[in-house]
């Protein structure tokens, strides 16, 4: 069965970095974008970043541009977001969707940004 399993949240200082990543099963991982999309606390979901399958394209939301990085690793079937510059609104639970039809959601992983 597809497991989307998203790790490495956590409490972070504003302006500081966090890595979450997003283990994939049970599907043809290198055959689906990927995508990330949160949930701030009291909020609305909010897509974050979309990437290819070959990795050469990728795409992010305006308010994290600049600040976020994804990437993928298809040999470890493995999904990644790196967040630089972290701001107090980029807390919130960051899931780990497959696909463009978004079929498949992790649990998700929160990241608090706070002092």
């Known amino acids: 069965q597809v497991q989307l399993v998203e790790s490495g949240g956590g409490l972070v200082q504003p302006g500081g970095s966090l890595r979450v990543s997003c283990a994939a099963s049970?599907?043809?991982?290198?055959?689906?974008?990927m995508s990330w999309v949160r949930q701030a606390p009291g909020k609305g979901l909010e897509w974050v970043s979309v990437?290819?399958?070959?990795?050469?394209?990728?795409d992010y939301a305006d308010s994290v541009k600049g600040r976020f990085t994804i990437s993928r690793d298809n040999a470890k079937n493995t999904l990644y977001l790196q967040m630089n510059s972290l701001k107090p609104e980029d807390t919130a639970l960051y899931y780990c969707?497959?696909?463009?039809?978004?079929?498949?959601w992790g649990k998700g992983t929160l990241v608090t940004v706070s002092s």
């Open positions: 049970g599907f043809t991982f290198s055959s689906y974008y």
């Open positions: 969707v497959r696909g463009s039809a978004m079929d498949y």
């Open positions: 990437i290819n399958i070959g990795s050469g394209n990728t």
